[in-house]
């Protein structure tokens, strides 16, 4: 495993525990301890059936899996991970182009890092993930009507929801909540899709850039591969309807109004 002198900052304060699947002994001893030396505790698992029976004990934070596993491969591992769990997903590929990583986040994986991974590339895209599964929103800071999720469910709103709640026709999102209604019916999304999808509420009509969503959303400080974010836009429109975000071709999507 390859070290950068890129700093990446002092070790993690909280005991975050990721779950690590990969089948080499070696690069899953390797990358277990230089994510331990920043403070994360790792739990390791060879092959893609241990790895489920350890993910369903539910003692983690995140996912680290590799695409090529025996047993059950990370891409059948992440699809039945999301079958029932929205918990942050990065996916481990040999290659960086072709199939694994489209494969990959069409399953429902967060993010991506190609191996030999980048010590200090893995890390913060560890962190950047960690954000955006507990981030708190600016809404979330002002105070929201106590109600505002039930009457999103019931699909009655009134004014003063407006202040937490974003709504486009039968679509609300509960800024402060963090919770997506369909309808009146939850909708589970994964971290990263509900980030992006507030990104667009919070720029309804507006084109955003891929660049701009990978800095805003994804949270990087370089350039990123834009196909996580045309992936998950893909994703997202599945359960919110592929109407309401409009490719605008050589520029970006915006949330039609």
């Keep these: 495993m390859s070290h950068s002198s890129v700093d990446v900052g002092a070790p993690t304060p909280d005991p975050v525990t990721i779950l690590l699947v990969e089948d080499d002994e070696v690069i899953r001893r390797s990358v277990a301890m230089a994510l331990e030396r920043y403070g994360y505790r790792v739990m390791t698992a060879g092959d893609g059936l241990t790895g489920l029976e350890l993910f369903r004990e539910g003692m983690h934070d995140l996912l680290l899996l590799d695409v090529m596993l025996p047993e059950l491969d990370g891409i059948g591992l992440c699809r039945r991970i999301r079958e029932t769990s929205m918990d942050p997903i990065l996916m481990m590929s040999a290659r960086g182009d072709g199939l694994d990583v489209v494969a990959g986040l069409e399953a429902g994986a967060d993010d991506y890092v190609v191996k030999p991974v980048d010590t200090a590339v893995l890390v ?82 507006i084109v955003l850039d891929r660049q701009t969503l990978l800095r805003n959303v994804w949270d990087y400080g370089w350039d990123g591969d834009s196909r996580v974010v045309d992936l998950c836009v893909q994703r997202l429109r599945k359960k919110i309807g592929s109407e309401r975000i409009e490719t605008v071709r050589g520029f970006g999507y915006k949330l039609r109004r």
């Design 124 to 205: 913060a895209r560890i962190r950047s993930l960690l954000r955006r599964a507990t981030f708190t929103p600016a809404a979330a800071l002002t105070g929201r009507p106590e109600q505002a999720g039930t009457r999103a469910r019931s699909g009655h709103l009134d004014q003063s929801d407006q202040r937490a709640l974003l709504v486009f026709g039968d679509l609300a999102i509960d800024t402060a909540g963090l919770e997506v209604f369909l309808a009146g019916e939850p909708i589970a999304l994964a971290p990263t899709e509900l980030r992006l999808l507030l990104e667009f509420g919070a720029n309804p009509g």
